[in-house]
C-alpha cells in the first residue's frame, strides 16, 4: 500500500473589518506537521467579507507545492458557502453579475483548483485556539501602519 504523495495541510483563517467597510486585516495560519506559518496583512478600506476571502486566497497562495489537500476552518459563512454549497461556479457561470468581490473570488478560483480545499465552520470567538489567533492577527493588521489599498474595494466604489 502507497501513502499519499499530497501534503495535508490545516488552514484557520479570520478577517476584520473595523467598520464595514473601514480598515480590515486578514489573519492566516497554516499548519503542516510540525511546520506554522502565520500570514497577516492590513488594508485601509475594505470590508469584512473581503477580509475574510483574502484569509484563504493568502493562505492558499503561500503553499509551495500543488495537489495538497487542504482543510481550512473558518467561522465565515460567506466563504464556506459560497464554496461548499457551490454558490461560486453559479457566479461564475453568469460572469459575477449583481455579485459582489468578484476580483478576489476569481482570485481563489484560480489557486483554489491547483488544490483539494474542505471548508469546516467554526464558531468565532469559541475558544479555537487557530480561530482565535487568526482573529488576533487580523484586528493587528487592520490596526496597523502602512496599510495597503484594497484595489479590487476602492475601484468598485
Avoid at 14 to 37: A, I
Avoid at 71 to 90: I, Q, R
Avoid at 127 to 135: K, Q, S, T, V, W
Amino acid at each position: 500500500m502507497t501513502e499519499d504523495p499530497s501534503p495535508i495541510i490545516t488552514m484557520y483563517t479570520d478577517g476584520s473589518s473595523l467598520g464595514n467597510p473601514g480598515p480590515g486585516g486578514y489573519g492566516t495560519l497554516l499548519l503542516f506537521g510540525r511546520h506554522k506559518k502565520e500570514l497577516a496583512e492590513g488594508f485601509r478600506l475594505t470590508t469584512n467579507n473581503r477580509m475574510e476571502l483574502m484569509a484563504v486566497i493568502a493562505g492558499l497562495e503561500a503553499l509551495k507545492y500543488r495537489n495538497c489537500n487542504v482543510t481550512v476552518y473558518t467561522d465565515s459563512k460567506y466563504v464556506m458557502d459560497a464554496v461548499e454549497k457551490g454558490w461560486l461556479f453559479n457566479w461564475i457561470k453568469i460572469r459575477f453579475k449583481g455579485k459582489k468581490n468578484s476580483d478576489l473570488w476569481m482570485r481563489f478560483f484560480d489557486i483554489y483548483q491547483l488544490h483539494t480545499v474542505k471548508f469546516v465552520w467554526v464558531k468565532g470567538h469559541a475558544a479555537i485556539p487557530g480561530n482565535e489567533r487568526c482573529d488576533q492577527l487580523a484586528v493587528q493588521a487592520a490596526n496597523g501602519r502602512n496599510l495597503l489599498e484594497d484595489v479590487g474595494y476602492v475601484g468598485a466604489q
